[in-house]
């Protein structure tokens, strides 16, 4: 699940299928505090676990 470059919020809200001003919001309501440019990976990691983004390719397939 870590992700190996930077990103900024609006490449992330489109990982998460949203709008950036929905994801902004998501970040306020979920007391985030992500500064302005590049999201190094940690946090990108720590985002997605509190906005509860679940890989859909977990390496896994199921028949």
């Given amino acids: 699940m870590l992700s190996t470059k930077a990103k900024n919020k609006k490449q992330l809200a489109e990982e ?3 709008s950036l001003r929905t994801f902004q919001r998501r970040l ?8 302005r440019g590049l999201i190094n990976p ?5 985002i997605k676990n509190e906005l509860g983004w679940e890989e859909v390719s977990s390496g896994t397939s199921q028949v």
């Fill in 16 to 18: 998460f299928g949203m």
């Fill in 28 to 35: 306020k309501a979920n007391h985030l505090d992500v500064p």
């Fill in 42 to 46: 940690e946090l990108q990691n720590r």
